[in-house]
C-alpha cells in the first residue's frame, strides 16, 4: 500500500424533537460534491418559520456544490465582495425559479447557507446566517473559521435583503489545514462553547473518525448519525433539527477497498503473442486426444474378443476343447492365468480413459486461458 493523499467527506442531518413532535420534516440538509478536482461540502439549516423552507435549504447546498465544481478557479480569483455576488445572485435565481414551479413565495424557502470548496492548496468558504465552520490542524483542539451570526433572537437567511451585507467569505492557502467541519445552530448546541467561544473535544472525535481509512464513509455517517441522536437532539436549546457535514484531507495509507476502489490504469504489457499460434497448440492438442480415444476403442475391442474366448474355454476334456491350449496344462491353470491378464487388460484400460479424462478437462480449461489472453491482449 501507498501513501497517498486524499479527501474524505462525511455528513448527517437529524429531525430535531421539536419537529418530530409537530410532525414536520427536518429542515436542515447537507451536500457534497467531488468534480474537476474540486470538493465541496454544504451544510443549510431551513427557517423554521417557513413552510418549505427544507426545499429551500437543499437547493442551495445542492448549487454551491455545482457551482464551485465547475467554477472554482475563476472564482477564487475574484474578491470577495465579488464572490459574494456572484453566488447569493445563483443561489436566489434557484430558489425563484423553484417557487414559482411550486407556486410559493421565495420567503417560504428560507434557510441559511454554509460551505467550504478546496482545489489542490486553496480553500473558499461562505457562510449566511448562524451555524458554525471550523477547521482543523494535525495535533491540535479544532478552531474556528466563521462564527454563528444573530441579529437578537434572529439570524438571516438567503433570501433576506440585506443577506448580501452578512455574506462572509474566507478564501486562503490551506498551508497546515488538514480539514473542515460544517454544523448548523443545533449542533452548536452540543459542539461549540458559548462561554469560551470555542469548540468541544467532540469535534476533534468526529475528525479522528473521519481519518481512519478502516472505517467506510456509510459506517461513519452512520456513526455521526447516532452520535446527534443519542447525545445532540437533547443539549438543543429550542429542540432543533441538527447537521453535521466533515470534510479530511489526509496523507495516510488508504485501503483502497473501502470506500472507492482507485484503479491505477497501465499500459498494456508489451507481450507478443502469434495469434495463430493459441489454435495450432489446441489443434495439435485435439489431434493427439483423438488418437488417443481411437486407440483406446480399439483396446476395448480386444478386451470383449478376449471375455468371449474366455466364456468359450472350460476345463480340460470338456465338449468342443479339441486342439485348444487348456488341455496341455493342469486343470484350472489356463482359466486363471487368464484371468489375471484380463483383469490387468481391464485395468489398463480403466487408467487410460482417466487420462483422456484429465487431458479433455486440461484442453478445455488451456483454450479458456488463451481465450481470454487473446481477450486482454487485443
Not at 414559482?100 to 467550504?116: G, M, Q
Not at 438571516?156 to 473542515?180: P, S
Request: net charge positive; glycine share 8%.
Amino acid at each position: 500500500m501507498n501513501s497517498t493523499k486524499s479527501i474524505r467527506v462525511a455528513g448527517a442531518y437529524v429531525t430535531g424533537k421539536s419537529h418530530l413532535e409537530k410532525n414536520i420534516p427536518c429542515q436542515d440538509r447537507t451536500f457534497s460534491k467531488t468534480l474537476n478536482g474540486v470538493t465541496v461540502i454544504a451544510l443549510a439549516d431551513g427557517a423554521g418559520s417557513c413552510a418549505k423552507s427544507d426545499i429551500g435549504a437543499e437547493i442551495a447546498t445542492q448549487f454551491i456544490a455545482e457551482f464551485l465544481c465547475s467554477n472554482f478557479d475563476a472564482v477564487y480569483e475574484k474578491e470577495e465582495k465579488s464572490v459574494s455576488k456572484i453566488i447569493l445572485g445563483g443561489i436566489q435565481e434557484c430558489l425563484n425559479q423553484k417557487a414559482n414551479e411550486i407556486n410559493a413565495d421565495i420567503k417560504d424557502l428560507s434557510s441559511t447557507i454554509l460551505f467550504v470548496g478546496m482545489k489542490n492548496n486553496k480553500y473558499l468558504a461562505g457562510h449566511i446566517g448562524d451555524g458554525l465552520i471550523g477547521y482543523f490542524k494535525d495535533k491540535e483542539d479544532a478552531k474556528i473559521l466563521s462564527y454563528p451570526y444573530n441579529e437578537g433572537e434572529y439570524t438571516v437567511f438567503t433570501t433576506n435583503t440585506h443577506a448580501l451585507e452578512n455574506f462572509r467569505i474566507y478564501k486562503e492557502n490551506l498551508k497546515d489545514i488538514k480539514g473542515f467541519i460544517l454544523m448548523s445552530d443545533g449542533t452548536c448546541d452540543s459542539l461549540y462553547d458559548l462561554k469560551n467561544k470555542s469548540l468541544t473535544g467532540y469535534n476533534n472525535k468526529f475528525f479522528s473518525l473521519l481519518n481512519d481509512h478502516r472505517v467506510s464513509i456509510k459506517i461513519i455517517e452512520e456513526k455521526i448519525k447516532k452520535a446527534i441522536k443519542s447525545k445532540f437532539l437533547d443539549k438543543s436549546i429550542n429542540g432543533d433539527d441538527c447537521s453535521i457535514n466533515l470534510l479530511a484531507l489526509t496523507d495516510s495509507v488508504h485501503i483502497a477497498s473501502i470506500d472507492k476502489v482507485k484503479v491505477k490504469v497501465s499500459d498494456k504489457p508489451d507481450l507478443v503473442l502469434d495469434e495463430k499460434e493459441p489454435t495450432k497448440t489446441i489443434n495439435q492438442l485435439q489431434s493427439s486426444f483423438n488418437s488417443l480415444n481411437i486407440s483406446f476403442q480399439k483396446i476395448e475391442k480386444k478386451v470383449s474378443n478376449l471375455k468371449t474366448i474366455k466364456g468359450d474355454t472350460g476345463p480340460r476334456g470338456s465338449k468342443g476343447d479339441k486342439g485348444s491350449t487348456g488341455s496341455q496344462g493342469p486343470p484350472g491353470a489356463e482359466g486363471a492365468t487368464g484371468n489375471v491378464e484380463l483383469e490387468s487388460i481391464l485395468q489398463w484400460g480403466k487408467n487410460v480413459k482417466i487420462w483422456l479424462i484429465i487431458l479433455s478437462v486440461a484442453l478445455v480449461g488451456l483454450g479458456g486461458i488463451l481465450a481470454k489472453l487473446l481477450f486482454f491482449i487485443n
